[in-house]
């Protein structure tokens, strides 16, 4: 399994970033997809997810309204477009999938936002 994050970078508060995760070394279609981000200094938290069919997501309160997650079952990639970005938003971001064996994680990709 492998899980590449890329789309991070530097950007003012609201302004957006479109981060991407590309999946490979599993059925990618038949699993829930998830983001996560790690602050400097705090502990890794839930960011948004995606069910396999991308019918269904979910996301975190602080990120509802400004994020969506979305899914390329072509390009086996799941996005997260982020939107009116916060000061609070900098952070690590990961991309998370849970097979029957283990959790999965990327590398992350960071993302700054300061004016």
């Known amino acids: 399994v492998q899980l590449v994050e890329s789309g991070g970078g530097s950007v003012q508060p609201g302004g957006s970033l479109r981060l991407s995760c590309a999946a490979s070394?599993?059925?990618?279609?038949?699993?829930?997809m998830n983001w996560y981000r790690q602050a400097p200094g705090k502990e890794r938290e839930f960011v948004a997810s995606i069910t396999s069919t991308g019918a269904h997501t979910n996301y975190e309160v602080a990120v509802k309204g400004r994020f969506i997650i979305s899914r390329d079952k072509v390009k086996n990639t799941v996005h997260l477009q982020m939107n009116s970005l916060k000061t609070e938003d900098t952070a690590v971001y990961f991309c998370?999938?849970?097979?029957?064996?283990?959790?999965?994680w990327g590398q992350g990709t960071q993302v700054i936002v300061s004016s």
């Open positions: 070394g599993f059925s990618f279609s038949n699993y829930n």
């Open positions: 998370n999938v849970v097979t029957v064996l283990r959790a999965y």
